[in-house]
């Protein structure tokens, strides 16, 4: 019963922090454009996150649950020691990530019982990697696709008519894709030796992100929307579409990315098409910290935790 | 707030109409008073000219309120305020022309009205065509542009009219008081071309927001 309520707070509080964190960077725009009221927002992101989350979320679970030997000690420790750190550098503002948190736990934890599949690995590593230029096309290409047909409505009317849709329409997207990819990060790693069944690790990871979505404060929303908001509105909705779509092919290959890297490579390639400068030097060493500092952080305080409970048995 | 381009859209549309053609009355009724001759009394067509604008400006604050309460997205709204706000102005201006027949009592030489209803004809075809660039930016936008062109066409030639307009007054043997109100009346009917063509510069901006 104890294992059970662990495991359960423990991936309700990662999946909460994501939802929370991710809410305002795909909704932000919308209901600062006064497309959607921010509760209207909140429902509709938390729906189509756990849709997401359990039509889609399935295939990242292998990978997480295949980084090392799961067991109870190497979850609990893995999953507390991503959402102590996340909370404390959410906090203080620091970049960071679940995604490269949880990993760099579970390889932490795993480099202590001995047992990492390197090759999964570099397979993630990789992956995170790729995330910011593959979304930086993505976006770029969308951008011009799409414009080609925006560009030939010739009424005032039926541009801000396909705007409004478009952002609607990207924004559901991009949460049914950041709960299909992202969901492995919550409940992956209690996935097998007899810890969360899939259907279990499902449902339980797409509450947990759904609550962070309906829980998301009105001021961050406010704050973070402004900031994409700078970009016309056409564009922000591009930029959250290359995000979405990023999330969603890499969900697809069953590997979880950086939602975030995912949307600043995104908001690039918006920019590279408009020949502005949307991501500053500032957001990419902030990046390349998230990659560096995340994963070893995490590793060691996961380690830390994981060896308490071996100590407290 | 909706989804689709909606009744409050349509609304704020209307009263952009609506606007336009009350600027449209304030400019034509100022025009009377210009083609009057010296000596007739224009106080009911000044008092017309007031009238109207200020029902120009109560029109533009009522559209201003609907824009708020949720038309258009929310980043457009600033762009469609400054937009009916410039258009305004040339209601405003048309009336200060009003003003400076009326209060100075100007009397406009015979030999120079005709030049004077020529300028204020450059003025009032700027106003016609701004009309027709802010009718068509919701529905063709390169109708919009070609009428924006066509301002800017029509504010060009009221500046030629309206320097050779000042130099013939600086000829004329009257006291220099005078000539200075009548530049000053110059002026005032050229700004009137002006404020369209600052109008029209707003509707590119529109136009340039809303292309990708």
Redesign the interface.
């Known amino acids: 019963m104890l294992r059970d309520t662990l495991m359960i707070t423990t991936a309700m509080l990662l999946g909460w922090s994501l939802g929370y964190n991710n809410m305002a960077t795909i909704f932000g725009p919308l209901v600062?454009?006064?497309?959607?009221?921010y509760r209207t927002a909140t429902i509709m992101g938390a729906i189509f996150i756990f849709i997401g989350a359990f039509l889609g979320g399935n295939s990242g679970i292998s990978t997480m649950s295949s980084i090392t030997h799961v067991t109870f000690d190497v979850s609990v420790s893995s999953a507390l020691g991503t959402a102590i750190v996340v909370l404390i550098m959410t906090h203080y503002s620091l970049p960071t990530s679940i995604t490269q948190g949880i990993v760099g736990a579970l390889v932490g934890v795993g480099l202590i019982e001995g047992g990492i599949n390197w090759w999964i690995v570099d397979k993630v590593a990789v992956s995170w990697l790729i995330t910011p230029f593959g979304a930086l096309a993505i976006a770029y290409g969308s951008?011009f696709v799409?414009?080609i047909f925006?560009?030939r409505l010739?009424?005032?009317?039926?541009?801000?008519?396909m705007?409004?849709?478009m952002s609607?329409g990207f924004s559901i997207y991009a949460s049914y894709s950041l709960g299909a990819n992202n969901l492995a990060n919550i409940t992956g790693p209690f996935v097998g030796d007899g810890l969360f069944g899939r259907n279990e690790a499902l449902i339980i990871g797409g509450l947990a992100m759904a609550v962070g979505f309906l829980t998301a404060s009105k001021k961050v929303i406010y704050t973070v929307g402004r900031d994409i908001?700078t970009m016309?509105?056409?564009?922000s909705a591009i930029s959250i579409f290359g995000e979405g779509t990023s999330l969603l092919i890499f969900s697809f290959l069953g590997i979880p990315i950086s939602s975030a890297q995912a949307s600043v490579g995104s908001t690039a390639g918006v920019g590279f098409v408009k020949g502005v400068k949307t991501v500053s030097l500032k957001t990419i060493f902030k990046i390349v910290t998230g990659w560096l500092m995340t994963p070893f952080i995490t590793g060691a305080i996961a380690v830390i935790i994981y060896m308490i409970m071996k100590i407290w048995g | 707030?909706?989804?689709?381009?909606g009744k409050k859209?349509n609304e704020v549309i209307k009263l952009f109409n609506d606007h336009l053609q009350m600027v449209g009355n304030v400019v034509d009724e100022t025009f009377k008073i210009i083609k009057l001759s010296c000596d007739e009394d224009c106080s009911d067509l000044v008092k017309t000219v007031r009238q109207k604008e200020s029902e120009a400006d109560s029109i533009r604050r009522n559209a201003e309120t609907t824009m708020y309460s949720?038309a258009?997205?929310?980043?457009?709204r600033g762009d469609m305020l400054g937009l009916i706000e410039a258009v305004d102005k040339v209601a405003n201006k048309a009336e200060t022309v009003a003003d400076v027949i009326y209060l100075q009592s100007l009397k406009i030489p015979d030999s120079l009205r005709d030049k004077y209803v020529k300028e204020y004809e450059c003025s009032v075809e700027a106003f016609k065509a701004l009309a027709v660039a802010v009718q068509n930016?919701?529905?063709?936008?390169?109708k919009a542009k070609n009428a924006v062109l066509e301002v800017e066409r029509w504010e060009n030639t009221g500046d030629g009219i309206e320097r050779a307009l000042i130099k013939e007054v600086f000829s004329l043997n009257i006291e220099l008081a005078r000539r200075i109100q009548l530049r000053e009346l110059a002026l005032q009917i050229g700004d009137i071309a002006d404020r369209a063509e600052d109008a029209s510069d707003r509707i590119e901006i529109?136009?340039l927001?809303?292309?990708?």
């Open positions: 600062i454009s006064d497309i959607v009221k951008y799409v414009s925006y560009n010739k009424s005032i009317r039926l541009r801000g008519t705007v409004r849709l609607f908001t016309e509105p056409f564009d | 707030m909706s989804l689709v381009f859209e949720g258009f997205l929310a980043q457009s930016l919701f529905e063709d936008i390169d529109v136009i927001k809303m292309s990708a």
